[in-house]
Nanobody, 122 residues
Framework: QVQLVESGGGLVQAGGSLRISCAGSGYTFSRYTMGWFRQAPGKEREFVAALSWFGSSTNYADSVKARFTISRDNAKNTLYLQMNSLKPEDTAVYYC???????????????WGQGTQVTDSS
């Protein structure tokens, strides 16, 4: 079955950088559009970024544009999110998601990971 496992979360000071990863298994990773979502305490889960299956198309939430970069290594079945210039409001549990679609839209994701915590330590 499809499994998504996030890693790399932790404590980071405001202004710092962090890269989180998501390892996919149980499906043909390169045929799925991948995405990142996050959920802060007391808030609903929100879209962060998406990347189409061959990496030809990206989509970012306005709140992270120019600070976050989504990328993938299909040979390693791994999705990444490079987060720079982190802000306190970026504190959240970050979730990896996958969908059988070539569109890098923010909707209709079918599979989800368990999440990794990113916390501002300032």
């Amino acid at each position: 079955q499809v499994q998504l496992v996030e890693s790399g979360g932790g404590l980071v000071q405001a202004g710092g950088s962090l890269r989180i990863s998501c390892a996919g298994s149980g499906y043909t990773f390169s045929r799925y559009t991948m995405g990142w979502f996050r959920q802060a305490p007391g808030k609903e889960r929100e879209f962060v970024a998406a990347l189409s299956w061959f990496g030809s198309s990206t989509n970012y939430a306005d709140s992270v544009k120019a600070r976050f970069t989504i990328s993938r290594d299909n040979a390693k079945n791994t999705l990444y999110l490079q987060m720079n210039s982190l802000k306190p409001e970026d504190t959240a549990v970050y979730y990896c998601a996958a969908k059988r679609s070539e569109l890098a839209s923010s909707i209709s994701f079918d599979y989800w990971g368990q999440g990794t915590q990113v916390t501002d330590s300032s």
